[in-house]
């Protein structure tokens, strides 16, 4: 059994895990973590590319800006969640669309 | 490989806690710990400055931030909880089956790799810092840009409007 083959089998549930939650969720914050589970799929597979490899160097560089990128997408996320529960008192993604101007 | 097993196992189950469990602090302490068993796999993939990354802004951070987030936002009643864990239970039914579905289909085409691996010597290469400092200092702008683009939004997002 090959290494690579068995990370890819869990890696493929950790995608699957998190566009389930994406697209199931009613609440603005569980579809965040749902990108968020998906954001941890795509680092375990740069790092494992990495190590197979052999470039493990190259693959935490990219990692680490992954990560950078991710924190300013989640705060500004979280920000975009209160700014919809100030405005309609709930934070459905439905009532996304009624955000006009 | 045990080990790996064992970590990738305790790595799905806890993605899995963090979908299906009804409160969001208990969603949100499970995708901590879905971060820390991420940056020990990474860890034993020969990755230390990635994992520590992962752990202390993922694991710590992000959390903090979620449940700054929930703090700010209405609390669920007992009544609508139980509507809602009962949606939750009729919604998610098929999600284990998708998953081990998924996984026999995976293990039945990848357990087998049908391609050849490009390298599998470990190449010689430049220190991570001196890789991120050296040859990939376009990544370190693009970082600063964003950190910047960030600070801005959650300045005009964060702002009291006015009344």
């Known amino acids: 059994m090959h290494l690579f083959g068995v990370f890819s089998i869990f890696i493929g549930l950790l995608l699957i895990t998190g566009i389930y939650c994406m697209l199931v969720s009613f609440n603005l914050i569980r579809v965040i973590i749902g990108f968020e589970i998906l954001v941890k799929a795509a680092t375990l597979l740069i790092i494992l590319a990495g190590y197979v490899c052999g470039r493990t160097a190259l693959a935490q560089a990219i990692v680490i800006t992954l990560i950078v990128i991710e924190i300013v997408v989640m705060v500004v996320a979280g920000g975009v969640a209160l700014w919809v529960f100030r405005h309609n008192k709930n934070i459905d993604p439905r009532s996304l669309g009624n955000l006009k101007g | ?163």
């Open chain 2, 1 to 163: 490989m045990t080990i790996n097993l064992i970590l990738l196992f305790s790595l799905i189950f806890a993605a899995l806690w963090t979908v299906l469990t009804v409160r969001l602090i208990r969603s949100i302490v499970g995708l901590a710990l879905t971060s820390a068993v991420l940056s020990v796999i990474m860890y034993r993939l020969h990755s230390p400055l990635a994992a520590v990354f992962e752990l202390s802004v993922c694991s710590g951070l992000i959390s903090v931030i979620f449940v700054t987030t929930v703090s700010f936002t209405q609390r669920i009643s007992k009544d609508n909880l139980l509507i809602r864990r009962k949606e939750r239970f009729l919604k998610y039914w098929y999600l284990p089956i998708i998953l081990i579905l998924a996984g026999l289909l995976l293990s039945r085409y990848l357990l087998t790799p049908q391609f050849t691996l490009i390298a599998l010597e470990p190449a010689k290469e430049l220190d991570v810092r001196n890789l991120l400092w050296n040859a990939r200092h376009l990544d370190l702008l693009g970082q600063v840009v964003m950190l910047l683009a960030g600070a801005l939004g959650v300045v005009v997002l964060f702002k009291e409007s006015k009344k």
